[in-house]
């Protein structure tokens, strides 16, 4: 695929030489997704649970199979998915009880599936490649300057998996994580081999925005366990940034986009509730904090809508993100804890940024009793 140059986005070729059917197989099913995806909300929600979306969304399951004795390279998927709905839609059109909108609803499909006779577009990266576009403006603005090679290269891969993300039995069944690599962050989606349909295609959006957001640029660049800051703070400006941008990603399927993304970010947030995700009293802590703010600076501010507040905020957890000098994770954690407006201190240091969100972060990083500089002691506490 292509890459723009700002988003420094390339693929990863899977490991190994050996064709690999999983993979080829979600990708026949992404590319029929993204093909319909103006028609997704009418074949998942308005026509409800009829037998005829079921058989196609069944069909689309099953017709990507690989076949029993896999020998080849897995070129066919592709074709033989296409024809395998195309008959399933000659059925439905010659044995379902539709009226006329449902025939010409069908056969609309079927017409849109002989594009995929030419090379269609990689259905996840061109979602990628969107969502990186807009995080890196969204950083670029924060920050105020160009970030050359404070935005690392960004590589991904696709890996098959037969693990449900959630272990749960839900449609979302696509998760992702980054891993730092040299002078690359390395996105690694991974999508359920058996079970990758509209629900799932639609909330990877949502899943690749909190990655790109939170996790790509962050400093320093290493390996840290997850937290209040990493995903509670800016798991929480990743969600803010979302709804703000996500009618972009998937333009004609917005309101699915938003509908499935909010639904999945809820199932993480609330995870803990039912099962031993670790991740969610850090992100329940980091939401919390970021939404007392949010209140705060609402109550001192009527005339402001509260919308525009969130993004200022997010903006900061973006410039936190990014900012070096000689923090630790751990002490990006402490200032997150420190961001209570009830604290008089922190209260002038909020103010003076909410105000001035092009200023200095010291005074907030005094407030929060963290030092900036590296050279100096650390705490001032
Ligand atoms: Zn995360």
Redo the contacts with the bound molecule.
């Keep these: 695929m292509t890459a723009p140059a700002q988003s420094r986005l390339r693929p990863q070729p899977a490991p190994g030489a050996e064709p690999d059917w999983a993979l080829e197989s979600i990708r026949a099913r992404g590319a029929v997704l993204l093909l319909w995806h103006e028609s997704l909300g009418e074949l998942t929600d308005r026509r409800g649970n009829d037998p005829e979306s079921q058989a196609l969304l069944r069909t689309l399951q099953f017709g990507a199979r690989p076949p029993r004795h896999l020998s080849g390279p897995p070129s066919a998927l592709l074709d033989r998915l296409r024809d395998a709905l195309s008959r399933q839609i000659d059925l439905i059109v010659s044995y379902g009880q539709l009226d006329a909108a449902g025939v010409e609803f069908y056969r609309g499909l079927q017409r849109e599936l002989d594009q995929l006779t030419r090379q269609p577009p990689d259905p996840i990266g061109l979602l990628l490649e969107r969502v990186c576009d807009q995080v890196h403006a969204f950083y670029r603005d924060a920050t105020g300057r160009p970030l050359g090679k404070d935005w690392p290269w960004i590589s991904w891969q696709v890996l098959p998996t037969r693990q449900h993300p959630f272990e749960a039995a839900d449609p979302y069944t696509a998760g992702a994580c980054v891993v730092f690599e040299d002078e690359d962050a390395a996105v690694r989606i991974f999508v359920h081999s058996q079970h990758f349909g509209p629900e799932a295609y639609l909330s990877l959006p949502a899943i690749l925005t909190?990655e790109v957001f939170?996790?790509v640029p962050a400093r320093p660049r290493e390996e840290h366990d997850?937290s209040v800051f990493?995903?509670g703070f800016l798991?929480w400006a990743a969600r803010v940034f979302f709804e703000d941008s996500c009618q972009h990603v998937l333009a004609g399927a917005q309101a699915l986009v938003r509908q499935h993304g909010r639904r999945l970010m809820d199932l993480q947030k609330f995870a803990g509730l039912v099962q031993t995700d670790g991740l969610s009293p850090a992100r329940r802590t980091g939401h919390q904090y970021a939404e007392e703010v949010v209140s705060w600076w609402a109550q001192r501010n009527p005339d402001l809508a509260v919308g525009a507040i969130r993004l200022r905020l997010a903006a900061l957890a973006a410039r936190l993100n990014v900012h070096d000098g000689g923090l630790t994770m751990n002490d990006k954690d402490e200032l997150v804890t420190a961001l209570s407006p009830r604290r008089p201190a922190m209260a002038d240091a909020l103010q003076q940024y909410l105000e001035h969100p092009a200023g200095s972060l010291e005074p907030l990083l005094r407030a929060g009793g963290i030092h900036p500089d590296r050279t100096s002691p650390r705490r001032t506490r």
């Design positions: 909190h939170a996790h997850p990493t995903e798991g």
